[in-house]
């Protein structure tokens, strides 16, 4: 070597520039691995773009290309060549598995090598792109970083590009612009692709991008996306901590706390909203006052509305009448197929029907009938104001009573006017008395309960008036056994027999007797053995589950929750959650919470086959806290049925909890 800049062989005695392709270094050897895998089947692509970036460092592309031929052998450079390309033929070979080796240890030079593996591996190969074609589809973040989730997809697109390369346009001075048109399409589909597999928090950014003129590229893509998530992963940093606690909320104050506070809250958490129903500020749709109505604690009480209490009930739109199934609803309908009443048969204690309609008026302001005899608790001194019919006369009336309409609908505070020509009920005393909404149809109207949302009533339309049938109480005498009743109903359950009205009173022992019948037709499966704890100790087994997602998110934003629970002491846990994702992190800082505060580890997990329990980073996290995940089969809840049956257990509390306290859906999560 003579300093930094030649090397002198003492052999040829010649001065050699190490710049030169023929330059080998003092620490160079053929046994020396320069990639990273060694040459397989499967991953030429890899490795030939690793080993030429090698060859190119070191001088020696020209070997394996055949830009640098072998040069005569009374040349001066023949020598060098032939120590350089031994020196490239024993790189090559030491970065590929012995069967490949074999192969290709009797070439002459290094370019043979690379020629015959291109011929072999680097060939197009329709089942290889296929199957990274399929892999690209089907690559989900599932729970991963942005970024790593990006890196995954870069290999994959890479490796295609190896197979599939983007088509060039080789004409001379083209002016088509073809390969730069083709290199913007392929980025187009690659942003496509990127955004099919990234989760559901990311579908406010994606929407936001697409909407973007002209598109940005991959790379701005990639950046928007990372930075949306840091930005959730700040936010979720400085949100309030999660407290989890078996059957208990953070909100503990009484009722008339939140009365005294209850604006305040509104008004702190709904700055920014806006109504849509009333144009006001500082409230939504789903919680403005004039539609659903108002506390008792607002002041005035909407002013203008005060007679017009509204339904709070918010319900699927799966049928046109709220609180029904398809199936009820097409029974409902059945009632009103005919305008004649069927005749009650000899042997049935029934109820029969008067011709006592009462005509249905939103514009009416007081019930009224010209029929005494249909009044109960009638009081003829009472003195109250004549009633001003449409045409602008004034009829007296002599007396004011009660009317029961049908059983558990008690029409108070009705007028008796003899000189009337109908019945009148009118819709504003219904809704105020008996705290209910009246829905009109073309065909029929519904009563509808506001606070337990059931069908209280129903009428049907006759010459474009709605009118409601009164009912008369007639027994009669039963000739037939429950038992009769209970084989022609189908074989209904006592239960359901329990709520038909004409069998009620009726007197019989069918209730300890057993059906030969139901058993054999109604039995689904064997009964499951009861449930008993299999553990010896805490966290030796914890059941876990997602439930969600709400139809309203609550206060905190919270649209999922999940359930974990200790098998042998039946202690639960519950933490709100925002986004499905974030079980696992949940169920991360629920295993530090175990090990810091009870010193013990979670041994075993049973769980569904959610992705937020068995992505491959939760499976990492098991198998190195040495957790054993048990899952259920598919379609089978009922294996993991103690949190199952936790997660009923909760729902049912919390609506108790919300409908006893009256408060809206956004309420749920402080109710868990």
Same mark, same amino acid.
């Given at each position: 070597?003579?300093?930094?800049?030649?090397?002198?062989?003492?052999?040829?005695?010649?001065?050699?520039?190490?710049?030169?392709?023929?330059?080998?270094?003092?620490?160079?050897?053929?046994?020396?691995?320069?990639?990273?895998?060694?040459?397989?089947?499967?991953?030429?692509?890899?490795?030939?773009?690793?080993?030429?970036?090698?060859?190119?460092?070191?001088?020696?592309?020209?070997?394996?290309?055949?830009?640098?031929?072998?040069?005569?052998?009374?040349?001066?450079?023949?020598?060098p060549?032939?120590?350089?390309?031994?020196?490239?033929?024993?790189?090559?070979?030491?970065?590929?598995?012995?069967?490949?080796?074999?192969?290709?240890?009797?070439?002459?030079?290094?370019?043979?090598?690379?020629?015959?593996?291109?011929?072999?591996?680097?060939?197009?190969?329709?089942?290889?792109?296929?199957?990274?074609?399929?892999?690209?589809?089907?690559?989900?973040?599932?729970?991963?970083?942005?970024?790593?989730?990006?890196?995954?997809?870069?290999?994959?697109?890479?490796?295609?590009?190896?197979?599939?390369?983007?088509?060039?346009?080789?004409?001379?001075?083209c002016?088509?612009?073809?390969?730069?048109?083709?290199?913007?399409?392929?980025?187009?589909?690659?942003?496509?692709?990127?955004?099919?597999?990234?989760?559901?928090?990311?579908?406010?950014?994606?929407?936001?991008?697409?909407?973007?003129?002209?598109?940005?590229?991959?790379?701005n893509?990639?950046?928007?996306?990372?930075e949306?998530?840091?930005?959730?992963?700040?936010?979720?940093?400085?949100?309030?901590?999660?407290?989890?606690?078996?059957?208990?909320?953070?909100?503990?104050?009484?009722?008339?706390?939140?009365?005294?506070?209850?604006?305040?809250?509104?008004?702190?958490?709904?700055?920014?909203?806006?109504?849509?129903?009333?144009?006001?500020?500082?409230?939504?749709?789903?919680?403005?006052?004039?539609?659903?109505?108002?506390?008792?604690?607002?002041?005035g009480?909407?002013?203008?509305?005060?007679?017009?209490?509204? %339904?709070?009930?918010?319900?699927?739109? /799966?049928?046109?009448?709220? &609180?029904?199934? $398809? *199936?009820?609803? !097409?029974?409902?309908?059945?009632?009103?197929?005919?305008?004649?009443?069927?005749?009650?048969?000899?042997?049935?204690?029934?109820?029969?029907?008067?011709?006592?309609?009462?005509?249905?008026?939103?514009?009416?302001?007081?019930?009224?009938?010209?029929?005494?005899?249909?009044?109960?608790?009638?009081?003829?001194?009472?003195?109250e104001?004549?009633?001003?019919?449409?045409?602008?006369?004034?009829?007296?009336?002599?007396?004011?009573?009660?009317?029961?309409?049908?059983?558990g609908?008690?029409?108070?505070?009705?007028?008796?006017?003899?000189?009337?020509?109908?019945?009148?009920?009118?819709?504003?005393?219904?809704?105020?008395?008996?705290?209910?909404?009246?829905?009109?149809f073309?065909?029929?109207?519904?009563?509808?309960?506001?606070?337990?949302?059931?069908?209280?009533? %129903?009428?049907?339309?006759?010459?474009? /008036?709605?009118?409601?049938? &009164?009912?008369? $109480? *007639?027994?009669? !005498?039963?000739?037939?056994?429950?038992?009769?009743?209970?084989?022609?109903?189908?074989?209904?359950?006592?239960?359901?027999?329990?709520?038909?009205?004409?069998?009620?009173?009726?007197?019989?022992?069918f209730?300890?007797?057993?059906c030969?019948?139901?058993?054999?037709?109604?039995?689904?499966?064997?009964?499951?053995?009861?449930?008993?704890?299999?553990?010896n100790?805490?966290?030796?087994?914890?059941?876990?589950?997602?439930?969600?997602?709400?139809?309203?998110?609550?206060?905190?934003?919270?649209?999922?929750?999940?359930?974990?629970?200790?098998?042998?002491?039946?202690?639960?846990?519950?933490?709100?959650?925002?986004?499905?994702?974030?079980?696992?992190n949940?169920?991360?800082?629920?295993?530090?919470?175990?090990?810091?505060?009870?010193?013990?580890?979670?041994?075993?997990?049973?769980?569904?086959?959610?992705?937020?329990?068995?992505?491959?980073?939760?499976?990492?996290?098991?198998?190195?806290?040495?957790?054993?995940?048990?899952?259920?089969?598919?379609?089978?809840?009922?294996q993991n049925?103690?949190?199952?049956?936790k997660?009923?257990?909760?729902?049912?509390?919390?609506?108790?909890?919300?409908?006893?306290?009256?408060?809206?859906?956004?309420?749920?999560?402080?109710?868990?």
């Amino acid at each position: 070597m003579a300093g930094d800049e030649a090397l002198k062989n003492k052999d040829e005695g010649e001065t050699i520039n190490h710049n030169s392709p023929f330059y080998l270094h003092a620490s160079d050897y053929p046994k020396q691995l320069h990639v990273n895998d060694t040459l397989t089947d499967k991953n030429y692509g890899d490795w030939e773009q690793e080993m030429m970036k090698f060859l190119f460092a070191k001088n020696k592309t020209g070997f394996i290309d055949g830009s640098i031929e072998m040069p005569e052998k009374g040349s001066d450079k023949y020598l060098p060549w032939m120590r350089c390309d031994a020196m490239i033929k024993g790189w090559l070979t030491t970065a590929m598995e012995k069967e490949i080796r074999n192969s290709v240890k009797y070439a002459k030079t290094a370019a043979e090598i690379w020629r015959d593996l291109k011929e072999r591996f680097g060939k197009e190969s329709a089942p290889k792109a296929y199957e990274l074609k399929q892999s690209l589809y089907s690559t989900r973040q599932d729970g991963m970083t942005v970024s790593a989730y990006y890196t995954r997809l870069r290999v994959l697109w890479d490796e295609i590009e190896s197979i599939l390369p983007t088509p060039k346009c080789s004409c001379n001075g083209c002016k088509c612009e073809l390969g730069r048109k083709m290199v913007e399409l392929k980025e187009k589909e690659r942003i496509y692709e990127f955004f099919m597999g990234l989760d559901d928090q990311f579908s406010v950014i994606k929407t936001q991008i697409l909407a973007m003129k002209p598109t940005p590229n991959l790379s701005n893509v990639y950046h928007l996306v990372a930075e949306d998530e840091q930005q959730r992963i700040i936010g979720a940093s400085k949100g309030p901590v999660r407290e989890v606690a078996a059957f208990q909320a953070n909100f503990q104050g009484r009722r008339n706390q939140y009365e005294k506070d209850g604006r305040k809250m509104n008004s702190q958490v709904n700055k920014t909203a806006h109504c849509s129903h009333c144009g006001k500020d500082g409230h939504d749709k789903d919680g403005c006052f004039k539609r659903i109505g108002y506390p008792e604690w607002w002041p005035g009480k909407g002013k203008g509305d005060k007679s017009r209490p509204k %339904a709070a009930l918010v319900e699927t739109k /799966i049928c046109p009448i709220p &609180g029904m199934t $398809e *199936e009820q609803y !097409a029974s409902f309908l059945k009632l009103f197929e005919g305008s004649k009443v069927e005749p009650v048969v000899a042997n049935m204690a029934g109820r029969m029907k008067v011709d006592e309609d009462w005509v249905v008026d939103s514009s009416a302001i007081e019930h009224i009938t010209c029929k005494g005899h249909l009044l109960q608790n009638l009081n003829m001194s009472m003195i109250e104001r004549p009633v001003t019919i449409p045409n602008g006369e004034s009829i007296p009336v002599k007396g004011k009573g009660d009317f029961l309409l049908k059983e558990g609908l008690d029409i108070k505070g009705v007028l008796y006017v003899p000189n009337f020509t109908c019945n009148l009920l009118s819709v504003r005393r219904l809704t105020k008395d008996l705290n209910c909404a009246v829905t009109f149809f073309p065909d029929f109207f519904v009563l509808q309960d506001l606070k337990a949302g059931n069908l209280i009533g %129903a009428g049907n339309c006759h010459g474009g /008036i709605y009118r409601m049938g &009164g009912i008369k $109480e *007639e027994r009669r !005498a039963m000739m037939v056994t429950m038992e009769s009743w209970h084989k022609r109903l189908g074989h209904a359950s006592n239960v359901k027999l329990s709520h038909v009205s004409f069998l009620k009173g009726a007197s019989s022992n069918f209730e300890d007797k057993v059906c030969d019948s139901c058993n054999k037709a109604k039995l689904t499966r064997l009964p499951f053995p009861v449930s008993y704890i299999k553990t010896n100790n805490c966290f030796d087994l914890i059941h876990c589950d997602v439930w969600g997602k709400y139809r309203k998110p609550s206060l905190t934003g919270a649209n999922y929750f999940l359930t974990v629970v200790d098998d042998f002491s039946r202690t639960v846990w519950v933490y709100l959650l925002k986004h499905k994702h974030e079980a696992s992190n949940c169920l991360i800082d629920f295993y530090n919470m175990v090990k810091t505060q009870f010193g013990k580890g979670i041994k075993r997990i049973r769980c569904d086959n959610g992705g937020e329990f068995v992505s491959n980073y939760m499976r990492q996290f098991y198998s190195k806290q040495g957790i054993i995940l048990e899952t259920t089969c598919p379609h089978s809840p009922q294996q993991n049925g103690v949190v199952e049956r936790k997660h009923r257990h909760l729902l049912e509390i919390a609506r108790a909890l919300r409908f006893e306290a009256n408060f809206r859906q956004s309420f749920g999560g402080s109710a868990f």
